[in-house]
């Protein structure tokens, strides 16, 4: 008897302390419900795993958790903060003890496919297992990107003034190129491979190869990326953004503050910007008096650490973004993809600064479509954050905004996420 929709069962895996990784698996999975499949949420922990049962689907915390300080190396080493080849905070024992907590959670849920997000221990449980795969990462991590040298070299990388001003960005494409398509994470992945290993599987040296699904959903669109769809690698699917659109009140000190007269900002950098670079704009944004501006802080810092609020500042921990977006006139952003996302929704033209390459990926994406500025993170200061906040406002940028915004609307991220991988366990695809 053929398998229907309806009888499909889905194990969803996320990495719990990354928001945007999370939140793309947790609205994927509410919309893999709403096809009528049977959806189960798994985690090795996470600071934002609470909010799977606030939306009424059941999981399970599975045994080791990752915890936050293993969490700030990764974001540490994906930053080119850490030393290249530092390996992940991660031992042969706890990846060993993870794939065995993944494989019982097969064999008790039986399900006919997993949807893998960033959760790394399941690119040595699902492929030993022998289950499908999806995956669902930023378009950086698609090879066709790296192949067409589309993949700036991260702004942490170049440590003084030749590599970050003599230096031509197309040869620093071609370096990245060649790095990123070769053995780049041999080192930081020596514990997951002796694990692969012992499972009977083939070693992984590069980013691209351990993320990458059996097929791998890209929560794009070509406009924002700038990879045309014909380019993609196969396997690899554009579905339309997604992003989580909070469902929480705004705040009604953001509403006064941006009742007064003046120019609205609205800033965050996500999960894994830097807390010093947050201190610094939040600094410069507050001494100009005609700056509304409201800070959405996440895990970064405690938002008294900002400076108490006042009639044009007020911070908090987090926000309903897309909403906050619609009242700002400029969004300041580190260029995560959820956070990109939820500009372009609200039609908000975007100053930048990237932590990582994909941060700097979508920020470039958005900027060659006329909606944003980019500023390397090497270059930030007052006087060129500033002037970045004068230009955004002229009005071709609002003007591109306001048309990537239709574009966006007009897409549908998790219907063509469930729909692509429905097809793919029913051999439609």
């Not at 794939?99 to 699902?126: H, R």
């Not at 939040?282 to 008096?289: D, H, M, N």
């Not at 230009?391 to 469930?418: C, F, H, W």
């Amino acid at each position: 008897m053929s398998k229907s929709i309806q009888n499909l069962k889905w194990a969803f895996f996320s990495y719990g302390h990354n928001l945007g990784d999370f939140t793309r698996a947790l609205e994927t999975a509410k919309g893999m419900a709403g096809t009528g499949a049977t959806v189960k949420f798994f985690n090795h922990g996470g600071v934002h795993t609470h909010r799977i049962s606030e939306a009424g689907i059941e999981s399970v915390n599975l045994q080791p958790e990752m915890s936050w300080e293993q969490h700030e190396i990764i974001m540490d080493i994906n930053r080119y903060k850490a030393p290249v080849g530092t390996p992940l905070p991660i031992s042969e024992e706890e990846w060993t003890q993870m794939v065995e907590a993944d494989l019982e959670a097969f064999a008790d849920f039986k399900p006919d496919g997993v949807y893998a997000g960033l959760s790394l221990s399941c690119m040595i449980s699902v492929p030993y297992a022998k289950l499908p795969m999806v995956t669902q990462v930023p378009t950086v991590n698609c090879p066709a990107f790296i192949q067409e040298e589309l993949y700036n070299m991260p702004n942490t990388m170049e440590k003084n003034v030749f590599m970050q001003y003599v230096l031509p960005g197309w040869i620093k494409r071609k370096i990245m190129k060649k790095v990123l398509l070769g053995d780049s994470a041999k080192a930081s992945l020596s514990s997951f491979n002796k694990v692969r290993k012992k499972f009977g599987l083939d070693p992984i040296y590069n980013i691209t190869t351990l993320v990458r699904g059996d097929i791998t959903l890209l929560p794009d669109m070509p406009e924002m990326s700038g990879l045309p769809a014909e380019k993609l690698t196969p396997g690899y699917y554009y579905t339309g953004p997604i992003f989580a659109m909070m469902d929480m009140p705004v705040p009604e000190e953001v509403k006064k503050v941006y009742q007064r007269p003046g120019i609205n900002i609205f800033c965050s950098l996500g999960s894994s910007g830097f807390p010093e670079t947050l201190k610094m704009i939040i600094k410069t944004l507050r001494s100009v008096p005609e700056l509304n501006v409201v800070c959405s802080t996440t895990t970064i810092l405690d938002p008294e650490e900002l400076g108490p609020p006042s009639d044009n500042f007020f911070a908090c921990r987090y926000l309903p973004a897309h909403l906050v977006n619609e009242m700002a006139d400029i969004a300041v952003t580190h260029g995560g993809q959820g956070t990109i996302q939820t500009a372009v929704w609200a039609g908000t033209p975007v100053v930048g600064i990237g932590f990582q390459a994909e941060q700097q990926a979508n920020i470039d994406g958005i900027a060659q479509a006329g909606m944003a500025i980019r500023i390397p993170i090497f270059a930030l200061n007052e006087r060129r954050l500033l002037k970045a906040l004068k230009k955004i406002q002229k009005p071709s940028y609002v003007e591109n905004a306001a048309r990537m915004k239709k574009l966006i609307r007009a897409t549908d991220g998790v219907g063509a996420s469930t729909e692509l991988m429905n097809q793919f366990l029913l051999g439609e695809l």
